[in-house]
């Protein structure tokens, strides 16, 4: 039953796939959303072509109506049974990684090896054979991801803004500003400014390193607009317009 199963799977990839492949001396398929390439003899997947499936994927909503395929090759080099196990285990090892990375259901990530069918270089040189130690991965069903920010408890980013926030704070009380600094903008990277507590934390840090007061007043204000009840934004809201009565008042 397990074998009837492979079989069927391996059929439906083949009818959706093989018509649309690219012929012999022919770049990868301009259908395939990516290839990686492998070194010879090898199936493993580096860590740089690992970074390159997340930053790929991460662009992706993937459904359950979604289907990703994986066709593995090789170059021309060695057994041909040995050539066509190690095409397979190459789609196999991005199948892996693609469902452990994005927690993806099984069943909508098919993979398959087809030895060394299709090239796409010359095996008779080094280069040819380099581009045809690749795999194909294709998409289905698959929509790319609209930029999107959720501000509030269901903001993503949330836990990791909160914790740069906190470094921040501890930072300020040491008086190493500039390395407090650095946090929140990093933590603006990610939508921090759009918090109350950021907006506090970057207007105290601007106060004890002399930063221009509109500037220290504009976060302050921001942080008691974003919660009026923020009770450090007040105060030290506070210190900054005592501090400027004082001044104004100096001869």
């Not at 770049?27 to 990516?34: G, I, R």
């Not at 041909?80 to 909508?108: C, G, P, Q, Y």
């Amino acid at each position: 039953m397990y074998r009837f199963g492979a079989i069927l799977i391996a059929c439906l990839i083949g009818a959706w796939i093989f018509p649309h492949m690219a012929s012999a001396e022919k770049p990868a398929h301009p259908n395939a959303a990516m290839v990686i390439h492998f070194k010879s003899g090898k199936a493993v997947l580096g860590a740089d072509n690992k970074a390159r499936l997340r930053q790929f994927f991460q662009k992706y909503e993937i459904g359950s109506k979604s289907r990703v395929f994986i066709v593995g090759y090789t170059d021309a080099i060695g057994d041909k049974v040995r050539n066509h196990r190690l095409s397979s285990d190459r789609a196999r090892a991005i199948r892996r990684e693609i469902i452990k990375s994005f927690r993806l259901d099984a069943t909508v990530v098919m993979s398959m090896g087809k030895g060394e069918a299709s090239p796409v270089g010359d095996n008779r040189n080094a280069k040819g054979r380099a581009a045809n130690r690749r795999a194909e991965i294709y998409l289905t069903n698959a929509r790319l991801r609209k930029p999107r920010r959720i501000y509030g408890p269901g903001d993503p980013h949330l836990k990791e803004i909160q914790a740069l926030v906190q470094e921040a704070e501890t930072l300020i009380k040491q008086r190493q500003l500039g390395e407090a600094v650095r946090k929140l903008k990093k933590a603006r990277a990610l939508g921090g400014d759009h918090y109350a507590d950021w907006n506090a934390t970057y207007g105290i840090a601007g106060f004890y390193a002399n930063a221009p007061q509109a500037e220290v007043h504009a976060h302050l204000a921001t942080a008691l607009r974003l919660d009026p009840y923020h009770h450090v934004a007040r105060e030290y809201l506070s210190r900054l317009i005592a501090a400027r009565s004082l001044s104004s008042r100096c001869p």
